[in-house]
């Protein structure tokens, strides 16, 4: 069964560098999203995409944040200078479009932890 | 504006005992609700959703939840519960036009011996 995979499982990183998240969605899939869970809270919405753009976005996802779709397969998700409150982990979901287009389908997930 | 709220942080039960999962939710329109679980390091999986069609809906695992418009709630339950069902678990509600969701804070479920 085709799942969505993201890479790495976990990203250690100093405060103030950049760190990019990659995720794999499910191939045949159209709409992006990405969401975080710091630890001992909700799991939250960052951002959706769709047709190589962003199509909305939560407060949450500042100018600090910026998401690509750089070839046919992944999905990035770049923080440009990281802070303490960065730490969390994100996940990447991936849906089709149709009657099946409310079912998403999220990835392992990969655990940030900023020192 | 979209949410769920779950009632219980923490529910635990004996194996082969019944589970049931609190969700309410508030929506300004026919909701899309749904159940996913998490297991221990890993990701989210879907038990079941509802679209407005069946109140009551089947999922993965022996898991269902009726959803209640009176009531405003959406339930999770299992007939028997088994050690394996030992997770936290997400009453979710479709936000935006984009398919964006709103979680709930989670109810982790304990299976006793």
């Known amino acids: 069964e085709p799942e969505v995979t993201q890479t790495p499982s976990h990203q250690v990183t100093q405060m103030g560098q950049e760190v990019i998240l990659r995720c794999v969605p499910i191939s045949n899939h159209l709409y992006f999203y990405w969401y975080r869970q710091i630890l001992g809270q909700k799991v939250e919405f960052l951002v959706s995409?769709?047709?190589?753009?962003?199509?909305?976005k939560s407060e949450i996802f500042d100018d600090q944040f910026s998401v690509e779709r750089p070839d046919g397969s992944n999905f990035t998700l770049k923080i440009r200078s990281t802070k303490l409150e960065d730490s969390a982990m994100y996940f990447c979901a991936s849906r089709p479009r149709g009657l099946a287009g409310d079912t998403q389908y999220f990835g392992p997930g990969t655990r940030l932890t900023v020192l | 504006a979209q949410s769920v709220t779950q009632l219980d942080s923490h529910v635990s039960v004996s194996e082969g005992t019944p589970v049931l999962l609190r969700c309410n939710y508030s929506s300004s329109y026919s909701p899309s609700l749904f159940w996913y679980v998490q297991h221990p390091n890993k990701g989210l999986q879907l038990l079941l959703k509802?679209?407005?069609?069946?109140?009551l809906v089947k999922g993965i695992n022996g898991f269902e939840a009726e959803f209640k418009k009176s009531e405003t709630s959406f339930h999770l339950t299992k007939p028997s519960a088994h050690m394996s069902d030992a997770a936290e678990y997400f009453c979710v509600v479709r936000g935006g036009s984009q398919g964006n969701l709103i979680f709930g804070k989670g109810t982790k479920l304990s299976v006793k011996p």
């Open positions: 995409f769709y047709n190589n753009e962003i199509s909305e």
């Open positions: 509802y679209t407005s069609a069946a109140t």
